[in-house]
């Protein structure tokens, strides 16, 4: 069986990433944060996801 990954295709990647990350809301994304935050967020989330696989993989080596 082949997986077919679904987008949000009125959403832009980086922030349907946030939202999905409960990061930040949809409504603080529109009213508080900027084009900058919005990068900055996404890259902490991405940074978070890279060490848990780093930390999955390790694990998984150790048992």
């Given at each position: 069986m082949?997986?077919?990954?679904?987008?949000?295709?009125?959403i832009?990647y980086?922030i349907?990433?946030?939202?999905?990350?409960?990061?930040a809301s949809?409504?603080?994304?529109?009213t508080?944060?900027?084009?900058?935050?919005?990068?900055?967020?996404?890259?902490?989330?991405?940074?978070d996801?890279?060490?848990?696989?780093?930390l999955?993989?390790?694990?998984?080596?150790q048992?």
């Amino acid at each position: 069986m082949q997986l077919r990954w679904h987008y949000t295709p009125n959403i832009p990647y980086a922030i349907h990433q946030v939202i999905r990350g409960k990061i930040a809301s949809l409504q603080e994304l529109k009213t508080i944060y900027g084009v900058k935050d919005l990068y900055e967020l996404t890259e902490i989330l991405l940074i978070d996801q890279y060490n848990e696989v780093l930390l999955c993989n390790h694990s998984s080596r150790q048992n």
